[in-house]
């Protein structure tokens, strides 16, 4: 049994975690980050029939059952992840149709997995079923994301179409966009439920005056998908009280979709 301190997925998670919360986007306990891991991967470290605790997880998920993930605990900070990966972070395995977390690794003083873990697992569900290579799911608190929310329409088009329009790269990273939920208490399977919808069509879902969720292949990708948005929504709120004398235009952006092979979301562009 190889030391799990020593595996990949967990360094990526911490570097990620440590990354993050240098930009600014988890302050305190925010944001949440689950990973789902291969079963071989965690067999390599961990003694998959040695369960620690039963978590029950208040919703079911049978498209998730027997599947493994690592996932950030509850209440705690992105800061320490990098400094007691064990209390911070740890790795379920579902079972009962998603009604049950199994603790294999991690949670040590006795916590669990983040309070987001329904809009966690229901986005995963979604994502898997439009590419069957998704595996991260991310939430956090970027500041011009989140700002962006209290001044701009929240229409999808049009605020994906903003975001296009803030930097040339935009819309060949997130040709999909970004849909957008109104305010809604968090924490709960309605709000994973409606998140879960969203993840149906676009890779990133914001969730207004709260934050933001992405999700991707990698941690790499997942974290530079936020990180280009947030690019975009600074320079939006650098801009937006200023008279604008140029822009990217729908005709620019259709000659990037030609140069990068991408395809704008059905309908944004004119
Ligand atoms: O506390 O970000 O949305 C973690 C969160 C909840
Ligand atoms: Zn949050």
Request: aromatic share 10%; net charge negative; glycine share 8%.
């Amino acid at each position: 049994m190889k030391d799990i301190m020593t595996a990949p997925f967990l360094i990526d998670m911490i570097r990620t975690t440590t990354n993050m919360y240098n930009h600014g986007w988890d302050e305190r306990n925010g944001g949440n980050i689950s990973v789902l891991l291969d079963e071989g991967d965690v067999s390599a470290y961990l003694d998959t029939n040695t369960v620690l605790r039963t978590i029950p997880t208040g919703f079911s998920a049978p498209e998730l059952d027997g599947k493994y993930f690592l996932v950030t605990g509850t209440g705690k900070y992105f800061k320490n992840a990098q400094y007691d990966p064990e209390n911070n972070l740890g790795i379920v395995r579902l079972k009962d149709g998603g009604e049950t977390a199994e603790l294999l690794w991690g949670y040590k003083d006795g916590g669990r997995f983040t309070s987001e873990f329904p809009a966690h697992m229901m986005s995963h569900v979604a994502r898997l079923k439009v590419d069957s290579e998704n595996r991260v799911v991310m939430h956090c608190h970027p500041a011009n994301l989140l700002a962006m929310t209290f001044v701009h329409m929240l229409d999808e088009r049009e605020f994906t179409r903003t975001l296009w329009q803030m930097c040339t790269e935009c819309i060949v990273v997130f040709p999909d966009g970004v849909n957008v939920l109104p305010w809604m208490l968090c924490g709960t399977n309605e709000i994973g439920e409606a998140t879960a919808e969203k993840m149906k069509t676009a890779r990133l879902v914001v969730w207004s005056l709260h934050g933001i969720y992405g999700a991707g292949r990698d941690l790499d990708e997942t974290f530079g998908l936020i990180e280009t948005a947030e690019k975009a929504a600074e320079i939006y709120m650098k801009i937006a009280h200023l008279p604008r004398i140029n822009t990217i235009t729908d005709s620019m952006m259709h000659e990037l979709e030609e140069r990068f092979g991408v395809k704008a979301r059905e309908g944004y562009l004119d």
